[in-house]
């Protein structure tokens, strides 16, 4: 069962940050789950939008007293499986304020000139939805190369944007959050030229932790075949996503792939300009791709060792 349980409290600094700076009018979801170092440098960067939502799981650290003491609202999400997942459930449930819905994660930072681009999109009553190139940083370091670089649809017109669902038949080992599941607005969509910059590792523990959650998903979405109840196809030809997407199902077929994906990103797309970050990014992305795969061959071997089992119990049963 999901719940929600609200704690806000506001506090004088973030008022008085709001009193000299003209309100962005959009509501921001943050997910959040024992993000103490990020939140500070996430939520002073949302100091001048009209609402803030953290949604947490229960964080073990002190990731609602930061938030409560820059003026978020916190609701704790508690996940049991199933769909939908963390940010699609705010947008169901929580009591948004605002006509435009912005997605941030804990590790993303809103930049003064991506505020005043929005400022200027939000005008545009023909746009619905809004495309924002993340600026990636890792281990320190921009990354510049390595095909770190990806837009992702955050802004978004509320009751005009949904985020597709790939698997509904999910569980608590895949994380409670949408990992590569995409928002499909219904209207017209545009891109935002400048970025959100974020900083894509705490620590390389919490990385390897989080990835082994999105690889235990990207397993079960790849060993089946293609639904057509996906609102985002595989297209070669389409949007980014759309081709990330066509790749990505097309790589996994090929033998050796998580060492052409690791050549694709560290040679063609230049990795190795990003020194020791970009060495590191690169190979953990194939390392990621390799778990992927051998999950998948795991999942294989035991739906045919279930169905041997089914057949011998069929047999044993006509006897």
Known sequence: ???AKLECEVSPASVGMRMFAPVLPVSVIVPARNEARNLPRCLEALAIVGEVYVVDSQSADDTVAIAQSYGAKVVQFHYAGGWPKKRQWAMDTLPLAYDWIFLVDADEVLTPELAEEIRRALQNPDVDGYFIRLQMHFLGRVLRHCDASFSKLSLFRKGRGRFECRLKDQDTSMADIEI???????GLSAKLRNSLVHHNVDSLSRYVLKHDEYSNWEARVLSQPEASSEELKADLFGTQAQRR???????YRLPGSPVLLFLYRYVLRLGFLDGVPGLVYC?????QMFHTKAKIYELRKNELRKNEQRKNESLAGRS
Not at 180 to 186: A, D, R
Not at 245 to 251: C, G, I, Q, V
């Open 283 to 287: 190979t953990f992305q194939a390392v």
């Open 180 to 186: 590569h599941e995409h928002v499909v607005v219904n």
């Open 245 to 251: 997407r066509w790749l990505k199902r097309n790589l």
């Open 1 to 3: 069962m999901i719940e």
